[in-house]
């Protein structure tokens, strides 16, 4: 019984991302003129498809390695952020592999791109929010963390009695010993990502007769969707397991201070946008727009 409440945590929220990705799968209809050239824009979207999973299998084994790296809990939380390093990686490769225009006739498109054009309205800001929780919160951790017993910094959590007469120290607690990991890898998504979206708006376009173009805007935006999702999982996943484990400490230190028990639930809080963040990112990942003729 014991087994069984873990894997309905892990299970009903790729459930419910699997539902909201058939929604949002429907509501992402694309309408295109008929009758336009199209043999390039379908190479380019089965080449962003096994990009993608071709850095879906790297992330997955990279996050393997890491997983097994440290037993103190660090290889658990980069695990989530290396797959979507990976996934980041493999949306790049397959950008990088749309080909030019070719043959005796080409033409240019005289247009300005951004990048707001491309990147969701909704997620785009929600993964930039959840990264500014994760810095915040990876900050204050780590100002209030001490050294453990065998004096590694920033593993745990100490706190007196107001007289003094008590103290005690618990962990783990998401300290600089946990935050710069999580930190430095954050840094390479975010820059990864970055990266892949400016190549996603300024990459030429396959063709211009209005097929293509209306096909080639969306793969542009999907591809901008992929990124957001896959660098809000790398924020939104470990961010869950640090606002848990931080929780868990205050409320194991609430003897000591009344603030800590109130602090604890707003850890919680936390902890619940994050995951709720994750099985939306997951949704977005595993939803793809219908191209139809017009």
């Not at 790297?58 to 695990?79: E, K, N, P």
């Not at 949704?283 to 139809?292: V, W």
């Amino acid at each position: 019984m014991a087994a069984v409440i873990p894997l309905a945590l892990a299970v009903v929220p790729v459930l419910v991302a699997l539902l909201l990705a058939v929604l949002m799968s429907l509501n992402r209809e694309v309408h295109v003129p008929a009758g336009g050239h199209l043999p390039v824009p379908r190479v380019t979207t089965g080449r962003h498809l096994w990009s993608r999973l071709a850095g879906l299998v790297v992330g997955i084994a990279a996050s393997w390695l890491v997983l097994s790296w440290d037993g103190l809990g660090r290889g658990a939380m980069l695990a989530a952020p290396v797959l979507g390093i990976g996934l980041l990686m493999g949306t790049l490769a397959g950008e990088l592999a749309v080909s030019r225009p070719h043959g005796p006739i080409r033409g240019a498109s005289l247009e300005i791109r951004r990048a707001r054009d491309y990147l969701p309205r909704f997620s785009a800001p929600l993964a930039a929010a959840l990264s500014l929780v994760a810095v915040v919160l990876l900050s204050v951790t780590s100002a209030t963390a001490s050294a453990d017993d065998l004096g590694r910094s920033g593993r745990v959590l100490a706190m007196s009695s107001p007289d003094g007469a008590v103290r005690s120290a618990t962990g783990p607690w998401p300290g600089w010993f946990y935050a710069w990991p999580m930190l430095a890898v954050l840094a390479v998504a975010f820059l990864l990502s970055a990266l892949v979206t400016h190549r996603v708006v300024q990459r030429g376009r396959p063709g211009l007769d209005p097929a293509a173009r209306a096909v080639d805007d969306a793969q542009r935006a999907h591809s901008a969707r992929v990124v957001t999702a896959a660098y809000g999982l790398c924020v939104a996943l470990p961010l869950t397991g640090v606002a848990v484990v931080a929780a868990g400490a205050l409320f194991r230190q609430s003897d000591l201070a009344g603030w800590a028990a109130p602090g604890a639930f707003a850890l919680l809080g936390v902890a619940l946008l994050a995951a709720g963040s994750a099985v939306w990112y997951l949704a977005e990942l595993l939803s793809r727009p219908r191209i139809r003729a017009s």
